[in-house]
């Protein structure tokens, strides 16, 4: 970890990197036990931990059936994910040519997955999102070229060895902890501003204040030691009350208002179980 963060090969709203810091700041690093992760998202947090396994969840199961692709068969999935990245490929049209043919393949095929990866490559900023009817509708990026993420597949590929993979609510990946193991949870963030709304279509529902509340019941009634990330505002404050400690950094992004009237967003990490 020293030599540097091992780079996700997937690009992903609401990066994690400053959550890693806070996490490697508290001393977590390597774990004794297992580590849990139910908002994986683009799997940096655990791609960066020690651990005698990982079990990994998330609500969105395109996500969840690429990863289950890559331990599964490895530099052969690889390679033919690799083989949708080429100069021809990297146009506008065959963005949205291969965005009506992902919608349109089933759910769970090798060839959905293989998309996935071109989607989320070329897309706008790296978002995943789907309509009500549960189709991704991420416009182009206007990326010039795209190099295909191979390195960072191949690591993913040696990590996930040691993965469970669950498409799943993180309540039911949460109660499949054991002694030892840690739990680290970066769910959809809270609002800055009231009245916004955080981007929470990574799937086809929501991430209400309700499931905020229901994932801090869950840490706090858990014996494992249990992290959780989210923006630093007066509801979060709230809601991890009775964390045993709260860090907080300021990241790289700013809201409000223009130039020095703008704000660094701070986020927090609720610890739970010292």
């Not at 890693?20 to 139910?38: A, S, W, Y």
């Not at 599964?72 to 965005?99: K, Q, V, W």
Request: aromatic share 14%; net charge positive.
């Amino acid at each position: 970890m020293a030599k540097g963060i091992n780079k996700s090969f997937l690009k992903w709203a609401g990066g994690k990197s400053s959550s890693l810091r806070m996490i490697i700041q508290h001393g977590i690093e390597r774990v004794d036990g297992r580590f849990i992760e139910p908002f994986v998202g683009s799997g940096v947090v655990f791609l960066n931990m020690e651990a005698f396994g990982y079990i990994v969840g998330d609500f969105n199961c395109d996500l969840i059936r690429l990863y289950d692709f890559i331990k599964a068969d490895g530099g052969g999935f690889i390679d033919y994910c690799g083989s949708f990245f080429t100069p021809e490929t990297s146009t506008e049209d065959t963005y949205y040519e291969f965005r009506k043919k992902f919608n349109n393949v089933a759910t769970g095929s090798r060839e959905r997955a293989a998309l996935f990866v071109y989607l989320n490559r070329h897309s706008f900023n790296g978002l995943c999102r789907y309509n009500a009817r549960g189709l991704f509708n991420v416009p182009w990026g206007k990326h010039k070229e795209n190099k295909f993420p191979r390195k960072e597949m191949l690591f993913f590929e040696k990590k996930a060895r040691l993965c469970e993979f669950h498409c799943q609510d993180f309540g039911d990946t949460i109660a499949l902890a054991q002694k030892d193991d840690i739990i680290y949870c970066d769910p959809p963030y809270v609002p800055i501003v009231e009245g916004a709304t955080s981007f929470t279509d990574y799937t086809m529902d929501g991430f209400t204040l309700k499931d905020q509340k229901r994932l801090v019941k869950l840490a706090e009634e858990s014996t494992n030691k249990f992290l959780i990330s989210n923006h630093d505002t007066e509801i979060t404050r709230d809601l991890y009350k009775n964390a045993d400690k709260i860090l907080t950094r300021k990241v790289g992004r700013y809201i409000g208002g223009t130039g020095a009237t703008r704000e660094p967003v701070v986020e927090l990490l609720a610890v739970y179980n010292i």
